[in-house]
């Protein structure tokens, strides 16, 4: 008997997958994405026969709905420009749809949908009361002047705004969108709706509808959960050496929890190369690079002699390091990147980006036994701080960073717990990728299961 479930929830779950492969052939970070979660979930199954009866997953796969819509605006030398922007509004089982929005040439359907498809298993971990969705355009930001930004987010949003609202959809930010760009899109909905709705758009700024602590939560979350990993092996960030991919937000914040928990970190890059800096990362530095002056990080070692920097950034995991924290983006560690982590000894790898190990890497990773921290779990503190700003918004009332920090730091813990625990009871101890995104399932099936097929 036991047998036959077990082979019905294999094959349930091969099913919907081939399925899947089937209708989105051309989507393969969607697929990549679908897969490592799918191959998480036969002991659910095994469980819970349930799930299967009333077909979850295949439900759970179909997004609600996905919006495309063309963005025009006029450049700086009045040129029409046209871009694609895109809504993928997933699943809104356990609150309104909430998600970032991704400016970058890349962006197109299959990276909108594997994002979006992570965040409903990320949201459901935070607790707070959040769906999953995502999205984005193909714009670049990179090169724009300051008013041709302006002008981009005020036409996105004039296509956006009649999908979102507090109680509907909250896009917030993600690569190319930080506080400027929720600025100008907050500014454009407020004017055409013509009402004070804050909770709206998260990622705004302090004092004008933001939460403090948000723009830090990502990377200082990061790092409150690999504390709560290195803790299981009576363990803690003191004297490691930590290489940090990216120098955007989530990195420039994980950096900075790192080093105030006395870590040693030697390494960051951005999409041009990577520095290494035996002497530690100069992170006063790098802010001035990167959020004052805007400059690319190689400016870094014209002022830090023994620093150096090398061209390409998948050179970076062949530093040693202790502990490794990708926080570019999608796909950066691959299985040769992979094995150079394990050849040099390292021992814990937590993903601050979304995706950032493909397939083949997790798998090296936990063969190897390295302690892994997928992004859905570890990287689960940003949107969890803007569940914290929607709920200030509706309280119309701000709280102090102590109070924002506290909460981001307890939620951190329950996510590490909650991740821990799933994987012992499927019998996969201290597998945190099959743990969180079982734990994460659990949540969003119950709450189908309670609204019945529709
Ligand atoms: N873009 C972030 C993420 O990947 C944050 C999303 C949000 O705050 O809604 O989770």
Known sequence: MET??????QQYVDDVFTKLKKKNAHQPEFLQAAEEIFLSLVPVFEKNPKYMEHNI??????PDRIISFRVAWQDDQNQVQVNRGYRVQYNNVIGPYKGGLRFHPTVDESIMKFLAFEQIFKNALTGQAIGGGKGGSDFNPKGKSDAEIMRFCQAFMTELYRYIGPDVDVPAGDIGVGAREV???????????GAYEAGVLTGKKPGFGGSLARTEATGYGLIYFVEEMLREEKDSFLNKKVVVSGSGNVAIYAIEKAQHFGAHVVACSDSSGYIYDPE????KLVKEIKEVRGERIKAY???RPNATYSEGCENIWSIPCDIALPCATQNEIDGDQARLLIANGVHVVAEGANMPSNLDAINEFLNAGVFFGPGKAANAGGVAVSALEMAQNSGRTYWSFQEVDEKLHSIMKAIYKESSEAAKQHGFEGNLVIGSNIAGFIKVANGMLVEGVY
């Not at 997953?57 to 179909?62: A, G, I, K, N, S």
């Not at 600025?183 to 709706?193: A, F, L, S, T």
């Not at 530690?280 to 992170?283: A, C, E, T, V, Y």
């Open 280 to 283: 530690g990362i100069d992170l």
């Open 183 to 193: 600025g100008y899109m907050w500014g454009q909905y407020k004017r055409i709706r």
């Open 301 to 303: 070692v014209n002022e």
């Open 57 to 62: 997953l295949d439900r759970l796969v179909e």
């Open 4 to 9: 036959a479930i077990k082979n019905n929830a």
